[in-house]
């Protein structure tokens, strides 16, 4: 079955603008996650959804970042008036997250660049 | 806190030998500890995992141990492979949920021929 999907792949931007990044889970996922990985180094949480519950919000790194899941499905990542500081690559994973079942599956990430 | 703590950063072993990777993690309530082998430009991929009313799992070449009381888990590789150099990830659910999951800092392996 299909994986986990982000779009774009690349994403190149200049400081000051806002981009958007987008997660399609694995269907039936309840839980999704974003995660943010520097070049070297480790998983950054961010954010964490997990079916109809309120995000657990505590790893977003300012207020310029926000995230929000419609319908239980799809999930997009905003950061407002980038920072070179932001550049990275920007991971999502899903998982059903039920008792036995709690694998994560990444999607391919999406690579932000802020010039 | 939520933390999960990684050590080595880097691990080179000779191909044949062991490797042994170590974390701790600092909540009491966390039950689920996984592993995920990153691969150079690839996305993490879970390689095996542990629950914390179990000690001790292994499959095949790899095996994790968990001691709760301490709150620290490892990550055992026997007989490496060239194929197992990668970035190793330990991680850790944080909460009585079991579903949010933080990652250790990782634990670059390479495997000399």
């Known amino acids: 079955g299909a994986g986990v999907s982000q779009s774009p792949s690349n994403k190149v931007t200049e400081k000051g603008k806002d981009v958007e990044l987008r997660c399609d889970p694995i269907?039936?996922?309840?839980?999704l996650y974003w995660y943010r990985q520097s070049l070297g180094q480790g998983l950054e949480f961010l954010i964490y959804?997990?079916?109809?519950?309120?995000?657990?919000k505590s790893g977003l790194p300012s207020d310029r970042f926000s995230a929000e899941r419609t319908g239980g499905s799809v999930s997009t990542l905003t950061i407002q008036r980038t920072q070179q500081e932001d550049s990275a690559v920007y991971l999502c994973?899903?998982?059903?997250?039920?008792?036995?079942?709690?694998?994560?599956?990444f999607g391919p990430g999406t690579r932000l660049t802020v010039t | 806190g939520e933390n999960v703590e990684q050590h080595p950063s880097t691990l080179s072993v000779q191909e044949g030998d062991s490797a042994v990777i170590k974390c701790t993690y600092s909540?009491?309530?966390?039950?689920?500890f996984p592993w995920y082998k990153q691969e150079l430009g690839k996305r993490p991929q879970l390689i095996i995992d542990?629950?914390?009313?179990?000690g001790e799992k292994k499959d095949q070449r790899i095996a994790v141990t968990l001691n709760k009381t301490a709150k620290h888990f490892s990550l055992h590789i026997t007989e490496t492979q060239p194929e197992d150099s990668a970035v190793y990830f330990c991680?850790?659910?944080?909460?009585?949920?079991?579903?949010?999951?933080?990652f250790g800092s990782g634990t670059r392996l390479s495997i000399r021929p």
């Open positions: 269907s039936g996922h309840t839980a």
């Open positions: 959804f997990q079916g109809n519950s309120a995000p657990d």
């Open positions: 909540d009491s309530a966390s039950n689920y």
């Open positions: 542990i629950r914390s009313n179990v």
């Open positions: 994973a899903s998982s059903l997250a039920l008792a036995g079942a709690y694998e994560q599956y």
């Open positions: 991680a850790a659910s944080m909460g009585s949920s079991a579903s949010k999951i933080i």
